[in-house]
């Protein structure tokens, strides 16, 4: 059963690799791309324009798919591309194109242009306060977010076989495989506005997964891992993601339904990152100026227990969400966002800030390295503590569906995990449902783990839910 924490696994073993910088791929220089920005700016002011924001970008990348020990796909993907916004008063318009001709770039600023004429005036419409615009030192903070793998088609497959065949070997019980993957991902951007905004930078990620089916029959199950780093060093060795894929698929062998109730649930690290995931939804500024979220008019509220604070850190080193300034040039900084269970901060753009009559927090694009944590959280309560505190309950190890209404905050997935009795697992369960309101849900969360997963941007334990309902058979 999977009774360990995460980081008692064999997951932190590094990935052994001579690292290179030699094969980034690009095709475009930054001095190249910089000048189209100039460029671009140019051409949208000869036009009229009273403001206009150039981003051009190019990304490479290779992706490698086996399954069963025979090479299944080879994706070799290259692809860049130049958006421009045109602003004529508060009249905005967007066109993009990914060829980079002078007379391609012209085209595309005229699209734009003509665009903005004909829409209508948008009060909350046009580029963020100068004010707010990262300096170029500030836009030029290197937060180690580049790192190239130089990896061919062959050595990619084989990382990707002795990932599947740690899994298959593990167990006579692994007797399928839906495949492993291997992906070198790069790409690079430089970006500027009519306002003196200029920036940019390259970053990388990379991906190494397997996803095995054990038992046959009526009984199979499937279950996944991988292991998703900024440096191919730092990813998980291909051994200790096979091997832990095998064992959560193994332990959801003669998985059974329970009875319909009310229980305490407890989320997995990894799918808690989504209730995590659920708060940015219903805090970000599109959702708010809407009136589509039911946590509007929260700012200053208790939205979650005393117990749980939210931090930001956008200029964590290699972090997957980590930038020095956001997708409108807007300087980011650290936020409290949720601080003893009061919100502190919105998630707001320039448009969604003006909507609000806010000023934006440097947020178009998304959040920035995001950590729930509790006050309450001992160094000692690993994924062991948190099933111990569950007592008897549903532990959920994987979520289906897309039921949530933001506007409402109803909440209804399916589920798959195990059943807890007596802080113990007991047996594994599937086709269930668990249901309540995410208001509710982050009311009555009386427990977060010290077994912390980063899943992509979202650093947070498994979280205990006092209660919610439960539909089985």
């Not at 298959?168 to 399928?176: E, M, P, Q, V």
């Not at 227990?305 to 980011?332: N, W, Y």
């Not at 549903?394 to 209804?412: A, I, K, P, R």
């Not at 059943?419 to 047996?427: C, K, P, Y």
Request: with cysteine; charged share 20%.
């Amino acid at each position: 059963m999977i009774v360990a924490t995460l980081s008692s696994l064999p997951l932190r073993e590094p990935f052994k690799m001579p690292r290179s910088h030699s094969a980034a791929g690009f095709a475009y220089r930054r001095e190249q791309f910089q000048q189209i920005v100039e460029d671009t700016l140019a051409r949208a002011r000869r036009l009229g324009a009273s403001d206009s924001g150039v981003e051009v970008s190019e990304g490479v990348g290779l992706s490698v798919s086996v399954r069963n020990g025979e090479l299944e796909n080879v994706e070799r993907n290259r692809d860049k591309s130049l958006g421009v916004s045109v602003y004529l008063g508060q009249r905005r318009g967007n066109a993009s194109t990914s060829d980079f001709s002078p007379a391609a770039i012209e085209q595309t600023v005229q699209a734009a242009y003509d665009i903005a004429r004909f829409t209508a005036e948008d009060p909350a419409a046009g580029l963020p306060d100068a004010a707010d615009l990262a300096t170029p030192e500030q836009a030029a903070r290197d937060l180690d977010l580049f790192h190239p793998w130089d990896i061919d088609a062959a050595a990619a497959a084989e990382l990707a076989m002795r990932c599947e065949a740690a899994a298959l070997s593990l167990d006579r019980r692994i007797t399928n495989s839906e495949g492993a993957g291997v992906s070198a991902q790069q790409s690079h951007f430089w970006a500027g506005n009519s306002r003196g905004f200029r920036g940019g930078y390259a970053s990388s990620r990379h991906y190494l997964s397997v996803s095995p089916i054990a038992g046959r029959g009526k009984d199979m199950q499937r279950d996944a891992w991988y292991s998703s780093m900024r440096d191919a060093r730092e990813l998980a060795a291909p051994e200790a993601v096979g091997r832990y894929a095998a064992e959560r698929a193994m332990a959801r062998l003669k998985s059974r339904r329970v009875a319909t109730g009310e229980v305490p649930v407890l989320f997995e690290s990894t799918v808690a990152a989504g209730l995590l995931g659920a708060y940015v939804q219903a805090t970000s500024g599109g959702s708010l100026y809407r009136k589509a979220s039911f946590l509007v008019g929260s700012l200053g509220q208790a939205v979650l227990p005393a117990h749980i604070d939210i931090v930001e850190d956008p200029f964590q080193p290699k972090g997957k969400g980590s930038a020095p300034f956001d997708d409108e040039g807007v300087l980011t900084r650290p936020h409290q966002i949720v601080e003893a269970g009061v919100v502190q901060s919105y998630f707001l753009s320039s448009y969604s800030a003006r909507k609000l009559g806010m000023k934006t927090t440097g947020h178009a694009g998304g959040s920035q390295n995001l950590a729930l944590t509790s006050r309450l959280t001992a160094p000692g309560d690993d994924l062991d503590a948190m099933i111990a505190k569950l007592g008897r309950g549903l532990f959920v190890t994987e979520l289906m569906g897309q039921g949530v209404n933001y506007v409402t905050g109803d909440y209804s997935r399916g589920a798959a995990g195990f059943w807890v009795e007596g802080g113990r697992i007991a047996f594994p369960v599937h086709e269930i449902t668990i249901a309540s309101n995410m208001r509710e849900m982050f009311k009555s969360i009386v427990a977060v783990g010290a077994d912390v997963y980063q899943q992509g941007s979202k650093a947070i334990g498994s979280v205990l839910v006092e209660r919610m309902k439960l539909a089985g058979s």
